[in-house]
């Protein structure tokens, strides 16, 4: 099954700044010959636009399920006094100028021996972090669940506004980590988030709060599972700091991920047909990684290499995929779900029965993949430097 995914038509040439460098498609083992022949975990097929696919009358699901986000959504936030902060796991700016350099020459000595690969993967999750106005953006389009005045009092705007705050302090950590590490190209990584920010992001959720639940629920499990493998990487590679930094953001997204489930699992109680029908159209739409519209001005399949490099390093793979899935379907006792009307049904069946399928997928896109040889690319972000595929 080939992933497809947008890319810009543009192709712009491409100097790493300071450096006298050439962004080419081009590596020896050429990514141009370079096809993705897996069950994609990040990216979604091409498809058309819909909007507004949610019936009016199920608006009033959520706003009599208002009172209840009040009493068990919110709880799941946490009061800014008792929140960590980026610079809680950075040098310390207002040490004098000795104490502050040393505190960076530790954190460069600590990052000096990660290896390549694993900056384009932790560069490719800050970036993904770093677009968080499309995100809250995303969420703002849902109906009946949107903040209609941008301070609305409804629970459910509420919980967008502080989960956008929570999860702003991601980005600001790894992006500032990054920097001081001396390893990438922050010129490349900076046009990198405003063309991604600039591009959007579609996911098939269709204005529709069925289907952006379950985006949202899936998704921030996503995030949970690849900045684990970010942090268990960190701490093998010899950075405990940035292991735990990766190990913190990860408790974050795992809080934010109780909370979405959460609202999927009471929408299953008060709609089980409506629910359930929204899963399965989300698992076969397939669930979109965020940032699938990822370009730099120079590799018009920047998203599709960056992906192939999480895969191979198991920072986020198709069997993490699968896994995800298993682990909502258990969650939501999908499979003793009942009530259902016939095309009910028939959704729990397709969606219990779905992951022996991806994995039967990714089992012979290996076997192909094998055949294939090595595979490379170059990224512009740690300075044009070919990674492995």
């Not at 192709?11 to 700044?17: A, E, K, S």
């Not at 608006?59 to 959504?73: C, P, Q, R, Y």
């Not at 959007?200 to 959720?205: E, I, K, L, R, V």
């Not at 969606?351 to 690319?377: F, H, S, T, W």
Request: glycine letters at 6%; a neutral charge.
């Amino acid at each position: 099954m080939e992933a497809l995914i947008a890319v810009p038509k543009q192709r712009l040439p491409c100097t790493p700044r300071g450096r006298n460098l050439t962004c080419r498609l081009r590596p020896p083992r050429s990514s141009l010959t370079f096809r993705q022949q897996t069950f994609s975990a990040v990216a979604a097929p091409a498809r058309q636009q819909v909007t507004h696919s949610m019936p009016p009358e199920k608006v009033e699901v959520f706003k009599s399920l208002e009172g209840w986000a009040s009493e068990w959504v919110l709880p799941l936030l946490k009061p800014v006094e008792q929140l960590w902060q980026p610079q809680d796991f950075l040098p310390d700016p207002a040490q004098p100028f000795d104490a502050f350099s040393e505190q960076v020459r530790e954190l460069r000595d600590r990052t000096a021996e990660l290896p390549d690969e694993y900056f384009v993967v932790l560069v490719g999750d800050m970036i993904t972090e770093d677009a968080l106005p499309t995100y809250q953006t995303m969420i703002n389009t849902l109906d009946g669940v949107r903040d209609e005045t941008g301070a609305s009092a409804s629970p459910w705007a509420k919980w967008t506004r502080s989960w956008t705050a929570e999860e702003n302090r991601h980005g600001d950590l790894l992006r500032t980590y990054l920097y001081l590490s001396g390893r990438v190209d922050m010129r490349m990584i900076e046009r990198t988030v405003q063309y991604l920010i600039s591009a959007g992001m579609d996911p098939g959720t269709e204005n529709n709060p069925y289907l952006g639940f379950v985006y949202t629920s899936f998704q921030e499990r996503a995030t949970f599972v690849s900045h684990g493998n970010t942090a268990r990487l960190a701490k093998d590679g010899g950075d405990p700091v940035l292991a735990r930094i990766c190990g913190t953001i990860a408790a974050d997204e795992k809080r934010h991920e109780n909370a979405y489930s959460r609202i999927v699992e009471k929408l299953l109680e008060v709609d089980p047909t409506g629910a359930i029908l929204a899963i399965a159209d989300m698992m076969r739409k397939k669930i979109t990684m965020p940032a699938h519209l990822m370009y730099d001005g120079c590799d018009p399949r920047l998203f599709e290499h960056f992906s192939a490099v999480a895969q191979r390093l198991g920072v986020y793979t198709a069997d993490d995929y699968a896994d995800i899935l298993e682990s909502l379907i258990g969650r939501w006792k999908l499979e003793k779900l009942e009530g259902l009307t016939g095309e009910g049904r028939r959704a729990q069946d397709f969606v219990c029965g779905l992951a022996p399928r991806i994995r039967k997928l990714q089992e012979r896109a290996d076997e192909r993949a094998r055949k294939m040889g090595p595979q490379g690319a170059r990224f512009s972000w740690i300075f044009n430097k070919e990674v492995a595929l």
